[in-house]
């Protein structure tokens, strides 16, 4: 009673999941989410999409907008080498809050980085409080009409290196329209999507991957 969502996730967690076992925690996470109640995790479906575009790419640095309660971030930063950094940034302290403890209890504090603030003033500032020179991997997956606005803002800020590539989460379902047209027409990306289902549903969703070419202008455009 009087209880968040994400505080029920936290107790599922605590209670169904092995401390230190990144896996066991993202299962009690579905679990709970496939039969208990729904949430805006990318979930087991989509997640197996996201975790082999890790293994394939090994990035180095990456960079996750919109943590909620941490069910992706302990997701790839498991399959992260040891010297591999993840930043992962959402604006909501409770649910922040609530990330910092399942990190903890997954055992992955030393990987992962979150900072509690908005995508739009923090990236801005990454180069110089966390002295990162490019990602190799952006996960975007927070509010879907900041994706464009962000990518644009990665890219100004230099951000990105030839070759980085954009994981973008729910381009169909809430659906990224701006973005999924910016991303497919642009002459800075090579785009594909995946096809797959809204976390924990049989509803159509997906992922958008974009690769980022350089800042070539095309003068045709
Ligand atoms: N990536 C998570 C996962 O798959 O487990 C789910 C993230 S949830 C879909 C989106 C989160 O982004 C919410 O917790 C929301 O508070 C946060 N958010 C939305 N817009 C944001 C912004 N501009 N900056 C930081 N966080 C934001
Ligand atoms: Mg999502």
């Known amino acids: 009673t009087g209880s968040t969502r994400p505080q029920r996730i936290l107790r599922a967690v605590q209670k169904n999941s092995t401390r230190g076992s990144p896996c066991s925690v993202v299962n009690a996470i579905d679990d709970y989410c496939k ?48 010297e591999a950094k993840l930043i992962t940034l959402e604006f909501n302290a409770e649910s922040a809050a ?22 739009g003033d923090w990236i801005p500032r990454l180069k110089e409080e966390f002295g990162i020179e490019t990602f190799d991997l952006v996960f975007l997956d927070h509010w879907k009409d900041r994706y464009l606005p962000d990518t644009k803002l990665l890219e100004k800020c230099g951000l990105l290196k030839p070759g980085a590539v954009l994981l973008a989460d729910n381009v169909i379902c809430p659906g990224t329209p701006d973005y999924l047209d910016y991303v497919r027409n642009s002459p800075r990306y090579k785009s594909k999507f995946y096809r797959s289902h809204l976390e924990y549903t049989q509803e159509e969703d997906g992922l958008e991957h974009s690769v980022f070419l350089g800042l070539y202008d095309n003068p045709n455009l």
């Open 35 to 82: 039969h208990k109640e729904w949430a805006m995790n990318v979930g087991d479906e989509k997640g197996i999409i996201v975790d082999d575009v890790v293994l394939e790419l090994k990035p180095i640095t990456v960079l996750e907008l919109g943590t909620y309660c941490a069910y992706s971030t302990v997701r790839i930063a498991n399959l992260l080498p040891p």
């Open 98 to 119: 609530i990330a910092r403890e399942i990190i903890t209890w997954a055992g992955l504090e030393e990987k992962i980085q979150l900072i509690i603030g908005a995508s």
